[in-house]
């Protein structure tokens, strides 16, 4: 009786042991695309070269060679055209689904030349533009039909894309805002409170934010004027000064209050960053009534980039500690919020196949 026991106590330790494995093989492999065709693209914008790549799904009928184009347009900081191999469990999702993905280093990082941080907002879409173009002249893309995945401060950048005459067919904002200087309270107000400061501290804290943002606006706030006002414990280098300043005013309300292309807003409902509630209300607001396809979704229990909160929860990367970075490894397009791929990817792919009907339809070809 006891060795039964044991033998199925084996067993059943056994199949958990093979299953974990299976899993964590899994997840490991949403990190190799190799098994898609891909090429490398470069492009030139303003005088410099931009790089990235094109990997395509795979295509069972030879025949279907315009595959819905996903172009992935980064948040803030010095991302290459992976984000560090953070973007490869989404990008493995997409293509599964059929889709081809395009995505860039931005100028100075990786293969590119430039300097993103020279950049506004609307020479980052100009940019984005570019590259759609850029992507389009592949012979297997030329009449497919083509959209912006863009990640939050790329919240700023697709509503400029997608003002009449929109530079594509669909536009996904994940963890998107609406005004910067807000958005910028909201991300001060989330790091007081994870600190444990009481409600005085903050909301002091929260008047000399506003105050100082003012300054951001004000043309003839210098970096020296900057360096003397203290405002920052660990003053931001002159570049990154230049390039708050230059888009501190960013609001996206005219670009939305023009839209009338099919428009899917994500914000995780944990989102440490943005403020989530207040701005679906915005893009509610602004543009349910555009297009019936538009959409605006919290999804619960996610962060910021729609990632589990109960692991991934951080407000910057370099804040995730060794073990959260492994589990993600492990983890690959799981380690997303559950509903949350599923919900991009149906999206897009009924998009796509809107716009196919469309430019096939007998009053778009006379």
Do not use: C
């Amino acid at each position: 009786m006891k060795a039964t026991k044991a033998l199925a106590w084996a067993g059943a330790v056994s199949i958990a042991v093979l299953a974990g494995v299976f899993l964590i093989f899994q997840g490991l492999q949403d990190f190799d695309l190799s098994e898609y065709e891909s090429r490398p693209i470069a492009f030139s914008f303003d005088g410099h070269s931009v790089a990235g790549t094109l990997h395509l799904p795979h295509l069972q009928d030879p025949g279907h060679v315009n595959p819905p184009l996903v172009l992935i347009v980064h948040g803030d900081g010095p991302a290459d055209r992976y984000s560090g191999g953070g973007y490869m469990p989404l990008i493995s999702r997409l293509l599964d689904s059929g889709l081809a993905v395009y995505s860039w280093d931005k100028p100075g990082v990786g293969e590119s030349q430039g300097n993103w941080l020279s950049f506004s907002m609307e020479e980052r879409a100009r940019l984005a533009a570019t590259a759609l173009a850029a992507a389009k002249e592949q012979p297997e893309l030329k009449t497919s039909p083509a959209g912006f995945l863009g990640f939050s401060q790329a919240g700023w950048v697709l509503p400029i894309l997608a003002e009449e005459p929109a530079q594509g067919d669909f536009f996904v904002i994940v963890g998107g805002a609406v005004n910067w200087l807000r958005q910028a309270g909201y991300y001060t107000r989330r790091r007081l409170e994870l600190a444990g400061a009481d409600s005085k501290t903050i909301d002091k804290a929260l008047a000399q934010d506003a105050k100082d943002g003012q300054k951001f606006l004000d043309r003839n706030f210098s970096y020296q004027d900057y360096l003397d006002s203290g405002m920052d414990r660990v003053p931001m280098p002159e570049d990154r000064f230049a390039f708050a300043r230059r888009n501190a005013a960013s609001d996206s309300t005219a670009s939305l209050a023009h839209i009338s292309s099919p428009v899917l807003t994500l914000h995780g409902a944990e989102d440490l960053n943005v403020d989530p509630h207040f701005n679906i209300g915005i893009y509610r607001k602004m543009l349910t009534d555009n297009n019936p396809a538009n959409r605006f979704v919290i999804v619960p229990e996610a962060t910021h980039a729609l990632l589990r909160a109960e692991a991934f929860n951080y407000q910057l990367e370099g804040q995730m500690p060794s073990w959260s970075k492994a589990l993600f490894m492990v983890l690959g397009r799981r380690a997303y919020a559950p509903g949350a791929l599923d919900t991009i990817t149906i999206w897009i792919k009924e998009q796509a196949s809107s716009a196919n009907s469309l430019s096939t339809s007998p009053d778009r070809s006379n």
